[in-house]
């Protein structure tokens, strides 16, 4: 039976009721989602944009560096062929000798040879080559001259004349603004296959060609774009890191939400279970009660020995009812409040248990049970808060009654000392617990689950009482159940250390 | 004739005076390498056979070489250029004319209109490469007056 009702429990849907819930919990963490998310998409395609603007920028001051380089050295080059031009004018104005074309190779140190025609006598040509040590890299390239009265037809070789406008590239920055310096590389390149823009794996180059007399050199201007360098310092992945860090988070915090928002819709539903089973529970003694009290005020007449036992009956009920009352009572305080100050007094265990079955003695009696209490340790006083441990003894008594089976209605109650804890034991007979619920008993409201047991009716608060009042006595609560022989609970309340004991007497099991 | 025979002797004058003793220094490279390299600057090259003059404003010409390209188009001493090649050089300067040649020396076509006795005259030449003649003559030039090395090939046309 029982284990059916649990079967049923585990099997019922819980989620029946929580997809409102969830939606609407959901649609702010959504929100959050999707606008993270659109940040996210955002910083992604700014930072994009950012690199290709710098790409662009960086493509553009290569080649405004490599062009401006280039011609800077193409009227350099200019400047120094016309120069040469006129110096050779000069010197042919008096009449030209291979001592003046000497002087003018001299003098332009990047000319190898020439030849002077003039145009008078082609005949009577001036030839002069280079003086003795002056080492020229490669094959000297021919080039012509016209002057007034002839043709000079030279020799030259582009590396010495590279060399000698080659200062026109060490000029000043090309640009400098207030605080912004940008400076690309510029490189003499020779024999390049391409001209144009050349994206590099670290930023962008521009090859210009130089113009002839140098049109075998080119300029190679470079620019790095440092963001792409390596992949931490790439600010796009830093962007999407974080990101996906601030998604995880919101994730967490949904789960988290949505896990508490399921908690509180079970506890809300074991709440009005409670309050149904409660109402239930308080119900009979309430009923038998007000029987009792009508039967005494209809029947004058009625024998002094039924109506002692009306009267009986009644008290009875009362008894078990303020016990119930103060249950709930005490769940709430302990449950809302830090103050569940306890009292701690000086008490004796053993007068705390005498006292209490004494008093619930008639009360255990009328539901058809036995209490066997075994004093079995002179143990000493405690500071305990009497109340709270008479109501957890009786919660466990009273739970020991409603599981207990119809053969053996006897319930032991044990009071005993070990080298660390005073225990207290409750031992019933009764159909037991299954393990699998074992875990799950001192969960507030739980034994509410089985709420359509009218036998076993049962607020389900009063293992969760006895576990908090042990625990605020600084115990711990033990269970022994095998389903069908019967459960054992055994409350330990630690012995203060440096108390040791005298025992008074040593009491011997009483039948009460 | 006059320019050209002083300036055969002030060559000589310095030839003499200076570049006697210091002949061998002026050119210290093999003359087989002056040779070959005076033979690679000259031959295919074209020219056009005149010296010419500047006046104010305009160009005449001067001296036209016998047997040149010039010559053979009957180009004549006194002409005045007017135009080459479409350009106008009737107000231009020999760097202007110089600029015209240089421009067509690939195509080597030169169609000049001259000014001759009140006459305008169009002239087509056609520039030529130095003769084998002109170019071996201005290595044996060199080879004498450079490397002190008279040569039968170059003592040959000497007048
Ligand atoms: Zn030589």
Redesign the pocket.
């Known amino acids: 039976m029982f284990r059916s009702f649990l079967a049923k429990w585990k099997s019922s849907p819980r989620s029946g009721d929580r997809p409102d819930h969830v939606s609407s919990i959901l649609v702010p963490f959504l929100i959050v989602t999707v606008a993270l998310g659109v940040l996210a998409a955002r910083s992604y395609i700014l930072s994009e944009r950012t690199e290709r603007g710098v790409d662009t920028l960086a493509m553009q001051y290569a080649g405004y560096a490599a062009q401006i380089s280039a011609s800077r050295i193409d009227a350099a080059v200019s400047s120094e062929l016309f120069h040469a031009t006129e110096e050779w004018q000069k010197l042919e104005r008096r009449s030209p000798s291979s001592v003046e074309l000497q002087k003018w190779i001299g003098d332009n140190d990047w000319i190898i040879s020439a030849l002077y025609v003039p145009d008078a006598d082609p005949a009577s040509a001036i ?1 002069a ?1 280079e003086l003795p040590g002056k080492a020229h890299a490669g094959a000297p390239l021919p080039r012509e001259l016209y002057s007034s009265s002839g043709i000079v037809r030279y020799t030259y070789d582009p590396a010495l004349l590279l060399a000698r406008v080659r200062p026109a590239l060490a000029q000043q920055p090309l640009v400098h603004a207030q605080g912004f310096t940008q400076e690309a590389q510029v490189s003499v390149i020779q024999n390049a296959t391409t001209t144009g823009a050349v994206k590099t794996d670290n930023g962008y180059a521009f090859i210009a060609p130089l113009a002839a007399p140098l049109s075998s050199y080119a300029i190679r201007g470079f620019v790095e774009t440092g963001y792409a360098s390596s992949g931490w310092e790439s600010a796009r992945l830093i962007s999407i890191v974080l990101s996906a860090f601030a998604l995880l988070l919101t994730g967490l915090g949904a789960y988290l939400a949505m896990r508490g928002l399921a908690h509180e819709a079970d506890t809300m539903k074991l709440r009005g279970a409670l309050v149904a089973n409660v109402s239930h529970e308080l119900r009979t003694p309430l009923s038998m009660i007000r029987l009792g009290a009508e039967t005494l005020k209809r029947g004058a007449r009625l024998p002094e020995k039924q109506r002692l036992e009306i009267e009986d009956s009644i008290l009875r009920e009362v008894l078990h009812l303020s016990h119930l009352v103060e249950n709930v009572l005490d769940v709430a305080r302990m449950q809302n409040s830090s103050a569940k100050a306890l009292a701690f007094t000086p008490v004796y265990p053993r007068d705390l248990l005498t006292s209490l079955i004494t008093t619930y003695e008639s009360w255990i009696r009328s539901r058809g049970f036995d209490v066997k209490l075994h004093l079995t340790d002179a143990v000493e006083e405690q500071s305990w808060d009497r109340d709270a441990v008479s109501r957890a003894v009786l919660n466990l008594i009273d739970n020991a009654i409603k599981y207990s089976g119809d053969e053996n209605k006897l319930i032991d109650v044990v009071l005993r000392q070990t080298e660390e804890s005073v225990v207290i034991e409750v031992k019933d007979r009764g159909i037991g617990i299954d393990a699998g619920d074992l875990a799950h008993i001192f969960e507030p409201y739980y034994r509410a689950q089985f709420s359509d047991t009218q036998t076993r009716r049962g607020a389900g608060l009063g293992l969760t009482l006895v576990q908090q009042i042990i625990a605020s006595h600084g115990g711990t609560i033990e269970v022994e159940s095998k389903p069908g022989t019967g459960s054992t609970f055994r409350l330990l309340f630690p012995r203060p250390q440096s108390h040791t004991t005298t025992s008074l007497a040593q009491l011997t099991p009483q039948t009460l | 004739m006059i320019v050209r025979l002083s300036h055969l002797l002030l060559a000589a004058l310095l030839f003499i005076s200076t570049a006697h003793a210091e002949e061998r220094k002026m ?1 210290t ?1 093999p ?1 087989s390498e ?1 040779e070959k390299a005076i033979r690679e600057l000259s031959s295919g090259r074209r020219y056009l056979g005149v010296k010419i003059k500047e006046l104010e404003p305009g160009i005449i010409v001067e001296t036209v070489i016998d047997e040149g390209p010039a010559a053979r188009a009957d180009l004549r001493v006194g002409d005045r250029l007017m135009s080459v090649n479409g350009h106008s050089i009737v107000k231009g300067s020999i760097k202007d004319f110089k600029q015209i040649l240089y421009s067509a020396k690939d195509t080597g076509v030169l169609w000049i209109i001259v000014l001759r006795q009140g006459i305008l005259k169009k002239v087509d030449v056609r520039l030529e490469p130095y003769t084998k003649a002109q170019i071996d003559k201005m290595v044996a030039q ?1 080879l004498a007056q ?2 002190g090395i008279s040569s039968i090939n170059a003592a040959a046309p000497q007048q």
Do not use: I, K, L, V
Request: glycine fraction near 0%; hydrophobic fraction near 35%; charged fraction near 0%.
């Open positions: 030839y080559s | 050119c490279a003359a002056c060199h450079a490397h």
